[in-house]
């Protein structure tokens, strides 16, 4: 089974500029998050989805940042305008309803110049 | 203070040495609790799940104190291999990380 992807892997961008991160999670999961990492700050749990609803968006950091989840099989982070904090490893993470345990993608590492 | 919180570390250890991480929680309705480790430049990935009865996989275990509300791992025979960070999460409907604790174990 393929287990959450992420694209793009890298993404280098700069001041200004709008930026997409996509996640596909493992099939049949009913709950996506994404987290954000940063040596100075650690994981931290910007939004997170059941059934393609957000319930619960209390860590996205400011207006600029946005997510969807259009369909049980696609979801996007957008920040517009980007802004060098924003520089950091962006994760995507999907569970199944019966159980806590997450499973992480690879991440998308965004520098923001 | 955090919701969960983990031994500062860095932990550097020889090969072969026993060590224990303990993580604290604040949140008294935690009902899940997991230990995961995570490799420089990787995704966290799941390293076992903590029981109130305590769980043992090969050389790692795994202990939940309710009433004192911490978590412990404890690694036996430390190897090379064993070189991650390990993260604490305590979920309440909603997972909560700890910053995690650096192991390095040497040759």
């Known amino acids: 089974d393929a287990g959450v992807i992420q694209s793009p892997r890298h993404e280098v961008t700069e001041m200004g500029q709008e930026v997409t991160l996509r ?12 987290y954000r990492q940063t040596m100075m700050r650690g994981l931290e749990l910007l ?5 393609n609803v ?9 207006d600029r940042f946005s997510a969807k989840m259009p369909n049980a099989s696609f979801s996007t982070l ?4 980007s802004e060098p904090r924003d520089s950091a490893v962006y994760f995507c993470a999907s569970n199944g309803a019966s159980t806590d345990t997450q499973y992480f993608g690879p991440g998308t590492r965004l520098t923001v110049l | ?12 250890v020889p090969e072969g040495a026993t ?14 609790f997991f230990w995961y480790r995570q490799d420089c430049r990787k995704e966290p990935k799941l390293l076992m799940s903590v029981y109130s009865s305590g769980n043992e996989d090969g050389r790692f275990t795994a202990q939940l104190n309710r009433a004192s ?5 404890l690694i036996r025979d430390s190897k090379l291999s064993d070189s991650a960070t390990y993260l604490c999460v305590v979920s309440a409907g909603k997972s909560t990380f700890g ?3 650096t192991l390095t174990v040497k040759p």
Not at chain 1, 54 to 62: A, H, N, V
Not at chain 2, 19 to 32: G, K, M, R
């Open chain 2, 1 to 12: 203070r955090k919701e969960v919180e983990q031994d500062p570390g860095p932990f550097n």
């Open chain 2, 69 to 73: 509300q911490y978590i412990s791992l």
């Open chain 2, 99 to 101: 910053d995690g604790t």
């Open chain 1, 23 to 34: 996640c596909k999670p493992i099939s049949g999961h009913d709950y996506l998050f994404w």
């Open chain 1, 47 to 51: 939004i997170y989805f059941n059934n």
């Open chain 1, 78 to 81: 957008k920040i517009q305008p």
């Open chain 2, 19 to 32: 060590v224990a991480f303990n993580c604290t929680y604040s949140n008294s309705a935690s009902q899940s």
């Open chain 1, 54 to 62: 957000p319930i619960d968006d209390s860590g996205m950091p400011e």
